[in-house]
């Protein structure tokens, strides 16, 4: 407990349909013990609560469908 970390994690992914259909997530946040930002220390109890979101940006003509991530989306921690 007490350790510092640092997460990475893209800017932005793809999300793709079966049709071949796109749709970009933009703007990726992170947010570590409910306080926005890549930087966190592990609690007393040797845990810490992450969450990462983004901006799903879809144009009124989007064609419907299932949209998934077709490359991997990696999230690094650096732990000190």
Same mark, same amino acid.
């Given at each position: 407990?007490?350790?510092?970390?640092?997460?990475?994690?893209?800017?932005?992914?793809?999300? %793709?349909?079966?049709?071949?259909?796109?749709?970009?997530?933009?703007?990726? !946040?992170?947010?570590? /013990?409910? #306080?926005?930002? &890549? *930087?966190?220390?592990?609690?007393?109890?040797?845990?810490?609560?992450?969450?990462?979101?983004? %901006?799903?940006?879809?144009?009124?003509?989007?064609?419907?469908?299932?949209? !998934?991530?077709?490359? /991997?989306? #990696?999230?690094? &921690? *650096?732990?000190?």
């Amino acid at each position: 407990s007490g350790s510092n970390f640092y997460l990475t994690v893209p800017g932005s992914l793809t999300l %793709t349909s079966a049709g071949g259909n796109s749709i970009t997530v933009n703007t990726i !946040s992170v947010s570590v /013990d409910s #306080v926005t930002g &890549v *930087n966190g220390t592990i609690g007393e109890d040797g845990t810490s609560s992450v969450s990462i979101g983004g %901006t799903l940006g879809i144009p009124g003509n989007q064609a419907t469908g299932v949209y !998934s991530n077709t490359t /991997d989306f #990696v999230v690094t &921690v *650096n732990y000190n």
